[in-house]
């Protein structure tokens, strides 16, 4: 069973703010109108010295990465650090992060996608709430709406709980859909008590991609969360057999999805959200806990953040997840 996680120092606005990059290499443009956004948000944007940096699929070397984020963890006066996108990469120097550095400067870290290990060795390693939550090269840059906005700085500056409600459109709608209300997927006849747990998840590739190494997460009794971008249903399926044959589906206490199809996505690259979730459904067969999806986080609008690591209530009949 997980402990429990401590909040990080409240972030506010006026505060400094790393902006870092350990996976993909960023765009310019885009980069810089996600520094704009996150100034007129009232924070100062602190970059790392690798952002504008290049080495083929990354953002700098290996070495160039580790070193540049280090560079920020190591300063006192930044009270989080923001992600500027995900990628690739991030698994590649994990082993290698100063997880004691780490933890003798307690902060807020903000990201999603192929941040998702690191965001959870930050929980479990740790023992702080990470953020699975906005990117400054990706959410910031296209703008972020008033609720992923407000999300944001509600989470940061540690204002409990957060509470997501259910949403009558159905799956894809962003908000919270419980599995048998309408929208034409297969009633569920599990029993949809309420459960609790730590809330942890992330990105379903990242998750799989970790089995079987030292950084894989350790889930018995949580909240899982659930969300990835243009899957095809056969890679999908693959995922979640993955994670079943690993023992970890039977550790759960529930399951929340979130968005499981970008919004930039093109048909022919991935399934449709509905289509997912009715596989959701059909890999949840079997399982006691109850399964819920259309929770607006993960790689579409609205990115909403979540606090990984903290308590979380499933309420299936209200269509109400708690966290905090």
């Known amino acids: ?35 704009v956004a996150l100034a007129v948000c009232g924070y100062e944007p602190v970059e790392a010295s690798n952002l504008r940096t290049q080495c083929g699929l990354f953002a700098g070397s290996d070495r160039q990465r580790l ?23 991030v698994t590649r120097i994990l082993p290698d992060i100063d997880w004691d550095l780490l933890a003798s400067h307690p902060r807020a870290y903000v990201g999603y996608s192929d941040l998702t290990p690191f965001l959870l060795q930050v929980v479990a390693r740790l023992g702080l709430v990470a953020f699975h939550g906005p990117m400054v090269a990706a959410d ?21 709980p957060a509470r997501f409600s259910i949403c009558s459109n159905g799956p894809g709608e962003g908000r919270l859909e419980v599995s048998g209300s309408e929208d034409g997927l297969p009633e569920d006849s599990k029993s949809k008590e309420v459960v609790e747990g730590p809330l942890l998840g992330g990105c379903l590739s990242m998750l799989t991609a970790t ?22 249903l056969y890679r999908f399926d693959r995922m979640l057999t993955h994670l079943r044959l690993s023992g970890n589906l039977s550790l759960l206490k529930g399951v929340v999805a979130g968005h499981l199809e970008g919004e930039d996505c093109e048909p022919s690259l991935g399934a449709s959200q509905a289509t997912l979730v009715r596989q959701l459904q059909v ?39 708690m966290v905090g």
Do not use: C
């Not at 993960?298 to 309420?315: E, K």
């Open 67 to 89: 070193d540049a984020f280090h560079d920020l963890a190591s300063d006192d006066n930044l009270s989080a650090i923001i992600f500027a996108r995900g990628g690739y990469g």
């Open 283 to 321: 890999e949840a067969e079997g399982f006691p806990w109850p399964l819920a999806w259309g929770l607006a986080a993960g790689h579409a609008r609205p990115n909403l953040t979540l606090p990984l690591g903290l308590w979380a209530r499933v309420d299936p009949d209200a269509g109400e997840l």
């Open 1 to 35: 069973m997980i402990s429990i996680a401590k909040l990080p120092p409240p972030v506010r606005p006026g505060d400094r703010i790393g902006v870092a990059a350990l996976s993909g290499k960023v765009d310019p443009a885009r980069l810089d109108a996600g520094l």
């Open 140 to 160: 910031f840059a296209r703008g972020l709406t008033e609720e992923e906005q407000s999300s944001f700085e509600m989470a940061l500056s540690g204002t409990l």
């Open 211 to 232: 089995l079987g190494t030292p950084f894989a997460p350790d889930l018995e009794g949580a909240i899982l969360f659930l969300e990835d971008l243009g899957e095809p």
